[in-house]
């Protein structure tokens, strides 16, 4: 009899599906819900959410390295870094005008009555957002925070911002030191890059686990009674991202040559892992060993991926002109059309950079909805359903980030074509994982 082998793309959505049921079923059990969340679901979550943490640093620097030093060209290297920042500003625009636009047709805010909806306590995200302020958070402060003062500390941060800028700087020294003294190290690099990607696969196997406490802690706590009176804005978002995606980035992908229905098919257990836990980080080791599989160079997905952390947040620039525009329907705020540009215009800096501050779609939020004059107590009246808008526009952030490896590949002539089209039959005649 042959033997059924369930595949970690449908582990982790019978985990999801099966996290949602006991979440529901917890929602309502007082004391006993608390109990068997901070006992047992909370730390099963935060156990999968610390060993992604655990690999990421060590698979970006050593990718990044091995790449560049492979190279050794610094023009190429430019080339690679001005086009990867154009295309990011690009898409990222097109999700703020799409989202400003979306919002503007539907009026999700209007004919709501605020006095049924619930508020949830947003002083944490208020004081990230002032501290930011009083440490003179701007565009030269961001670009300054690139470069570390301590690259160790910066790795035990988890700031990946700076970790890049260090790797492509010793990737370039290592590349210009004589063949007889290189070599060792750039096999080091090369050997840790394939270990940290081992250690990947032996992770992924407690994904359904990790899948299934991040979810139920999600819905036993916040339950679906929340959603109620903001449905429409949820279906906005939730349409938005999927237009956006098969839409947008559709026609991208076709510009490039690529089909944006085969990347998600690829993706499909990143995409389904990403939406559970609300982090994108949870498959940035996966998107750089897929997209090297399906013909990127190293060098590219080790400096795309983890860039476009910061800078290609397509889920979250959409999320963000929307709820600008619904908190301002809220009130009964028409902004102006000169209103409408400055919101775009103060998104696409606001939104760039500090993708490693907690709860940063608040935070940019906050940062932006004075700038139009829009209240920013009406954070408040979303802030409750903002977890389950997060695992959809985590999900675009992924395909996005994905996309633009292959997009850069393509522009920069480097993409492999032949390598690509047997992982396609690869995966999609079920062989590959």
């Avoid at 990044?64 to 920042?85: E, M, Q, R, Y």
């Avoid at 992770?203 to 990790?210: C, E, I, S, W």
């Avoid at 994108?280 to 599989?293: Q, T």
Wanted: proline share 3%.
């Amino acid at each position: 009899m042959k033997k059924i082998k369930i595949t970690l793309a449908w582990q982790i959505f019978i985990a999801l599906i099966s996290g949602v049921i006991v979440g529901a079923l917890l929602h309502n059990q007082g004391n006993i819900k608390d109990w068997i969340i901070c006992t047992f679901l909370s730390p099963a979550g935060e156990v999968f959410v610390r060993m992604i943490k655990m690999i990421v640093i060590p698979i970006v620097m050593a990718t990044l390295v091995t790449g560049i030093a492979g190279i050794g060209d610094v023009k190429k290297l430019g080339s690679i870094g001005f086009k990867t920042i154009v295309y990011f500003e690009i898409i990222t625009t097109l999700a703020i005008v799409l989202g400003v636009t979306f919002a503007n047709i539907f009026n999700p805010g209007k004919g709501i009555d605020m006095s049924i909806l619930s508020t949830t306590d947003i002083s944490m995200y208020t004081q990230t957002a002032s501290d930011l302020q009083s440490s003179g958070y701007n565009l030269i402060n961001t670009f300054l925070s690139l470069i570390p003062s301590n690259i160790i500390d910066s790795m035990a941060k988890g700031d990946i911002l700076p970790v890049i800028f260090f790797s492509i700087i010793f990737g370039l020294s290592l590349a210009i030191i004589p063949e007889s003294d290189k070599q060792p190290l750039l096999q080091i690099f090369s050997s840790t890059a394939e270990t940290m990607f081992k250690v990947t696969d032996i992770v992924m196997r407690y994904a359904p686990v990790g899948v299934f406490a991040l979810i139920s802690v999600t819905v036993a706590t916040f339950g679906f009674s929340s959603l109620v009176p903001l449905t429409k804005l949820v279906l906005l978002v939730y349409g938005a991202i999927i237009f956006f995606a098969l839409v947008v980035l559709g026609i991208v992908a076709r510009i490039c040559g690529l089909r944006i229905w085969t990347l998600i098919f690829i993706l499909k257990e990143e995409l389904i892992l990403s939406f559970s836990t609300a982090s994108s980080e949870s498959v940035l080791p996966r998107i750089i060993e897929k997209m090297e599989a399906y013909g990127a160079p190293s060098i590219i997905t080790g400096f795309v991926v983890p860039t476009g952390y910061s800078f290609n947040l397509d889920g979250s620039t959409l999320y963000q002109s929307i709820a600008a525009i619904f908190i301002a329907q809220l009130y009964g705020i028409e902004l102006s059309l000169t209103q409408e540009i400055i919101l775009v215009l103060t998104l696409m800096v606001t939104s760039k950079g500090i993708a490693g501050v907690p709860g940063v779609s608040f935070v940019v939020l906050l940062a932006t909805l004075g700038s139009v004059g829009i209240p920013l107590e009406g954070l408040a009246f979303i802030a409750g359903v903002d977890r389950i808008l997060d695992m959809a526009r985590t999900a675009l952030n992924v395909v996005g980030n994905a996309l633009a490896v292959l997009v850069i590949a393509k522009w920069e002539n480097q993409y492999n074509d032949v390598q690509a089209l047997s992982y396609e039959e690869e995966i999609l005649t079920n062989k590959g994982s």
